[in-house]
């Protein structure tokens, strides 16, 4: 699990003869250094949150190892709501596969298998079942666009997602309806599991739009600052680094409440029925409003600022305004030239001598900070075909694992191996992995982290594609081993580096993907920004309709060589577009906060 403290770095500033305790408020750990505070380190703003702290020279920026801060308690809080939400999406989600694709077991009124039968309700196939579920990704990462609007503009994140967690207990509701005895056995229950993941999607997107804003809006020091550490050595305490950990633990604790929520509801598919693994689910999340409530004092709350898309769209448009032509090439350089944004500044717009608009009622920095969004989200747009990869966790791979021994395994059950293994590694990564390559004067930055996180993707797909080839040839059906009678002989735990693959790509790309959505977000489009980067999910979840058709036999080898292919030349592609974005890394993580009045 995560520790609290990263380094001892509260300690005490002395000005003159006087002494100033600063104490580092990130939790109970709390130790002190005596640190002389320099002149030329006075003169930032007394905020409440960075006073007395010694801000590092440029020199100092540049050759002094930099490390995250401590993560505030309030972070676990809201990690522990994610992860019993977490627990009861993963929990329903890693049965469908097996609800939607396999026949009720003769005589079944509960679905399940038992230790050597094949666990299913509607019997409608692997395509259908890749379909479906290639649907509710979709719909579960468009709803955040709807959600992150709604907080931004009207209720703020935390409000939001008051609601999201009324509206998926009402789908889970419905969810276990579907699945009940006298409802399971008729061709009703489609009906009502399609209406259940049209509610939970909603209520889903609601949710995860504002629940990753919020988590790291909980730690507040925006700026660099310099300590000595124990050891005597003077370091860089990075913001941006502790946000970085913060969704590390984050996605960890989205993990536990996966690997738990799918290994206890597999089982109970297998040996008891549908209904209980949908059952389960629900009670486990009934925690979040009851942790909600309890913390609702003690959180960070961001309040809505009224909608600023708008606004952030009428500065790009007039932005780009004489900049098109009928030559695409010239129409690329010129939407992207260095002086894109800078000429829409006010102050640029009032030394031209021309009037503002009515609508330009914001300061420099908040153009600057609405460029480095634009930014983020064209990052985000190469996210899809890494999704891709993602994706055949939820469907493909399980369908893979029936085709396998399991030796009384149930087949979905190895999908488990990818939040086990994050479990493992995320706490590997963070305290040991990572400060490494800083003390050997790495800087694998987060667009280096996301490429390597296409590379990893693209050799899980490999190995999958691997494993399938074999598996048509060992299988006494050969290429049509879905629907064989047999299995091939192989082992089902071959299937364990294409899991681990992929949970090394989430630490690098999804991980990642996170905090670099939140540190480039204008303040007031947090949610906004996030919700672009989960849309992602879904344009990939539609992409992946086009796939179908490779979802079967013969075909499944193509289906994961092209994933293959296509994550690995996007991962180039991708590096080559952010090159020259990523020296810039640390301007960006640095810009002044701009501010956005009202207008009138």
């Known amino acids: 699990m995560a520790t609290t403290q990263h380094d001892d770095v509260a300690f005490v500033v002395a000005s003159g003869a006087e002494k100033q305790s600063i104490q580092h408020d990130l939790g109970k750990e709390r130790s002190s250094v005596d640190k002389v505070l320099p002149e030329d380190s006075i003169g930032h703003d007394l905020d409440g949150i960075h006073n007395g702290l010694e801000f590092p020279t440029e020199y100092e920026r540049a050759t002094l190892r930099r490390v995250p801060d401590s993560i505030p308690w309030n972070a676990y809080f809201i990690a522990f709501v994610e992860l019993a939400e977490r627990f009861s999406f993963f929990g329903c989600q890693v049965v469908f596969t097996n609800f939607i694709q396999q026949p009720l077991p003769d005589g079944s009124h509960t679905g399940a298998g038992g230790m050597d039968g094949q666990s299913g309700a509607l019997g409608m196939g692997q395509r259908a079942s890749t379909g479906i579920g290639t649907f509710y990704q979709f719909w579960c990462y468009i709803t955040p666009l709807f959600g992150a609007w709604i907080a931004d503009a009207y209720l703020g994140r935390f409000n939001t997602i008051c609601i ?18 006298g409802v399971i056995e008729k061709s009703s229950a489609i009906g009502a599991f399609s209406v259940a993941l049209v509610v939970m999607g909603l209520g889903t997107g609601f949710f995860k739009a504002n629940i990753s804003p919020l988590v790291a809006e909980q730690y507040k020091r925006t700026k660099l600052f310099v300590i000595t550490t124990k050891s005597g050595e003077r370091v860089i305490v990075d913001p941006t680094m502790t946000i970085a950990s913060i969704y590390m633990y984050f996605y960890l604790f989205i993990n536990i409440g996966a690997l738990i929520g799918q290994i206890a509801m597999t089982y109970s598919e297998k040996f008891v029925g549908f209904w209980l693994a949908y059952t389960l689910p629900t009670f486990v999340f009934l925690l979040c409003p009851l942790v909600l409530l309890i913390g609702r004092n003690r959180y960070v709350r961001s309040p809505p600022t009224g909608s600023v898309l708008a606004t952030a769209l009428r500065l790009w448009k007039y932005a780009a305004r004489g900049r098109w032509s009928w030559n695409p090439a010239t129409t690329w350089r010129q939407l992207t030239a260095d002086d894109f944004w800078d000429n829409v500044k006010p102050s640029s717009v009032a030394s031209r001598g021309g009037n503002k608009p009515v609508w330009m009622t914001f300061d420099d920095q908040w153009v600057d900070e609405v460029r480095r969004g634009f930014k ?83 050799a899980a797909m490999v190995w999958a594609a691997v494993v399938q080839h074999y598996i048509y040839k060992t299988n006494p059906c050969h290429e049509m081993a879905a629907t064989c009678d047999e299995v091939s002989p192989l082992n089902v735990w071959i299937q364990t580096g294409a899991y681990v693959l992929i949970a090394f790509s989430e630490i ?59 994550a690995a030349i996007t991962g180039v592609v991708l590096w080559l577009s952010v090159r020259r974005l990523d020296a810039r890394e640390d301007e960006l993580n640095n810009l002044q906060e701009g501010h956005l009045a009202a207008a009138e």
């Open 164 to 181: 999201a967690v009324a509206i998926t207990l009402v789908g889970h509701i419905i969810l276990i309806i579907s699945a009940v005895p």
């Open 376 to 458: 983020a989200c064209a990052v985000f747009l190469w996210y899809p075909i890494y999704w891709l990869t993602y994706n055949q966790l939820n469907n493909n791979l399980p369908s893979q694992a029936a085709t396998m021994s399991t030796h009384g395994l149930p087949n979905d059950v190895l999908s488990n191996l990818d939040p086990f293994a994050l479990i493992i590694f995320i706490p590997i990564c963070d305290k040991i992995i990572y400060p490494a390559l800083r003390r050997a004067g790495m800087n694998f930055s987060a667009l280096k982290k996301i490429t390597a996180g296409f590379a990893t993707g693209a």
């Open 508 to 566: 690098l790309a999804s991980i990642t993907g996170l905090e670099y959505a939140f540190t480039k977000a204008p303040k007031n489009m947090r949610s906004l920004v996030m919700a672009v980067f989960l849309f992602m999910s879904a344009i990939s979840s539609a992409l992946g309709e086009a796939f179908v058709s490779l979802s079967g036999d013969p075909l499944l080898v193509w289906n994961y060589g092209v994933m293959a292919v296509l």
